[in-house]
T-cell receptor
Framework: SQTIHQWPATLVQPVGSPLSLECTVE??????LYWYRQAAGRGLQLLFY??????ISSEVPQNLSASRPQDRQFILSSKKLLLSDSGFYLC???????????FGQGTRLTVV | GENVEQHPSTLSVQEGDSAVIKCTYS??????FPWYKQELGKRPQLIID?????GEKKDQRIAVTLNKTAKHFSLHITETQPEDSAVYFC??????????????FGKGTHLIIQP
């Protein structure tokens, strides 16, 4: 069966520090991969999606970036965190556009 | 792009009563509409979904209806139970001819089941 792993679960980082969140999927090949952000008490905002290795599309301009160095690995990064980057970050995968998205357990990021 | 509006933001119902959450979408080409349930501090999990070739779908106490003409879809939970308390998100996925566009989510409804 397919599983998705996301780490770390919680992270406290100072303003201006770098960020690297990692997500891996097991049990499937060539998944569509996504990064979402959920601010406190708000909905899910799509940040990036990827259809294959090295292929990244950005939905929202920001100081974050994403990379897909391997088929089942998706990384969210920042060179310098802002206070406004605090939130709950969720990685997700799906088989295609019209099938459900499966979410990782999320990373709660607090920028201080 | 797609825009999804969800109402209400908070819904409180007595245990055993029904709950209805409504969403509208803007892109008439959208063809996939999932609903997710998110408990506090946990990941969203799919509870039911519907595709644009279907008007209604039911799974035990949960049902979803879709009105393509009006571009709205609703979640219905009957005989609510305390474990139904959570935040519920609707979402829509449009068709852009290619790519893996992510789902556009509503802002969520905090459902509270009163004992």
């Amino acid at each position: 069966s397919q599983t998705i792993h996301q780490w770390p679960a919680t992270l406290v980082q100072p303003v201006g520090s770098p960020l690297s969140l990692e997500c891996t999927v097991e049990g499937t090949s060539n998944p569509n991969l996504y990064w979402y952000r959920q601010a406190a008490g708000r909905g899910l905002q799509l940040l990036f999606y990827s259809v294959g290795i090295g292929q990244i599309s950005s939905e929202v301009p920001q100081n974050l970036s994403a990379s897909r160095p391997q088929d089942r690995q998706f990384i969210l990064s920042s060179k310098k965190l802002l206070l406004s980057d605090s939130g709950f970050y969720l990685c997700a995968w799906s088989l295609s556009k019209n099938t459900e998205a499966f979410f990782g357990q999320g990373t709660r990021l607090t920028v201080v | 792009g797609e825009n999804v509006e969800q109402h209400p933001s908070t819904l409180s119902v007595q245990e055993g009563d029904s709950a209805v959450i409504k969403c509208t979408y803007s892109d008439s080409a959208s063809n996939y509409f999932p609903w997710y349930k998110q408990e506090l501090g946990k990941r969203p999990q799919l509870i039911i979904d519907i595709r644009s070739n279907v008007g209604e779908k039911k799974d035990q106490r949960i049902a979803v209806t879709l009105n393509k003409t009006a571009k709205h879809f609703s979640l219905h939970i009957t005989e609510t139970q305390p474990e139904d308390s959570a935040v519920y998100f609707c979402a829509a996925r449009g068709y852009s001819g290619g790519g893996a566009d992510g789902l556009t989510f509503g802002k969520g409804t905090h459902l509270i089941i009163q004992p």
